[in-house]
């Protein structure tokens, strides 16, 4: 992950990936279904990054 500030961070996946889980060293999500490309996971959900 690369942090791009605010407390967001970027990831590169392989394109054939369609799950990820994130993973905080103590806490981790479920598997995620990816949502596509330019998208933020906060609260639960997938929304549009424009940042």
């Known amino acids: 992950m690369e942090n791009v ?3 967001v961070y970027r ?3 392989p394109s054939e ?3 990820i889980i ?3 060293g103590n806490n981790k999500t479920d598997d ?3 949502a596509g ?3 933020i996971y906060k609260d639960g959900n997938w929304s549009t990054y424009n940042g």
């Open 11 to 13: 990831i590169k996946y």
């Open 5 to 7: 500030g605010n407390n």
């Open 17 to 19: 990936a369609t799950y």
């Open 32 to 34: 995620l279904s990816l």
């Open 22 to 24: 994130f993973n905080d």
């Open 37 to 39: 490309a330019n998208k």
